[in-house]
């Protein structure tokens, strides 16, 4: 299980992970956009935060339950007190990443919807707010900053391959 705040590179090094191990990655937030059969910008503008939260909980029970590869937890996965008790027993690594970094790779123009207003005070604000969660579920952290995503991934799979 990858998790970590937008920008940390979590479906970037899911993908070169499950790769390297021969598997698929799932990435949670595609799951909860195909359930839902739009974007998830959408289902926050149409539905709300509490409709995306429920889709997103579902999402990775799902997930956790039915794939034996990597999973990519959206960044705002960890807030749900199931979804924590959930990744428990799992190996978990935390994708942790600079302010810097985060809204480079984010990119501050796109369609993120909690990022809505000053994208990078918000985007720090997150990141403050869920990294006790982060490292509360973590069973390694793993800092991408500045580093290019092979060097990740290969730094995950010696603590979890």
């Known amino acids: 299980m990858i998790v970590?705040?937008?920008?940390?590179?979590?479906?970037t090094i899911g993908t070169l992970v499950?790769?390297?191990?021969?598997?698929?990655?799932?990435?949670?937030?595609?799951?909860?956009?195909?359930?839902?059969?739009?974007?998830?910008?959408?289902i926050f503008v149409d539905d709300g935060e509490a409709a995306f939260r429920a889709l997103e909980r579902q999402a990775v029970a799902a997930a956790l339950g039915e794939h034996d590869?990597?999973?990519?937890?959206?960044?705002?996965?960890?807030?749900?007190?199931?979804?924590?008790?959930?990744l428990g027993s799992l190996p978990v690594?935390?994708?942790?990443?600079?302010?810097?970094?985060a809204a480079s790779r984010v990119g501050l123009n796109r369609d993120r919807p909690l990022l809505i207003g000053n994208p990078r005070a918000q985007l720090n604000r997150l990141m403050?707010?869920?990294r006790p969660l982060y490292e509360q579920v973590a069973t390694i952290t793993v800092d991408t900053s500045g580093r290019p995503p092979e060097d990740v991934a290969d730094e995950v799979l010696r603590h979890v391959g």
């Open 93 to 101: 690594v935390f994708l942790d990443v600079g302010l810097a970094d």
């Open 18 to 42: 499950a790769d390297r191990l021969g598997s698929e990655l799932r990435d949670t937030d595609a799951d909860v956009e195909r359930t839902a059969g739009k974007p998830i910008s959408e």
């Open 69 to 86: 590869g990597v999973v990519a937890l959206g960044g705002g996965a960890v807030l749900d007190e199931g979804t924590r008790g959930l």
């Open 128 to 130: 403050n707010e869920r």
């Open 4 to 11: 970590g705040p937008p920008g940390a590179g979590k479906t």
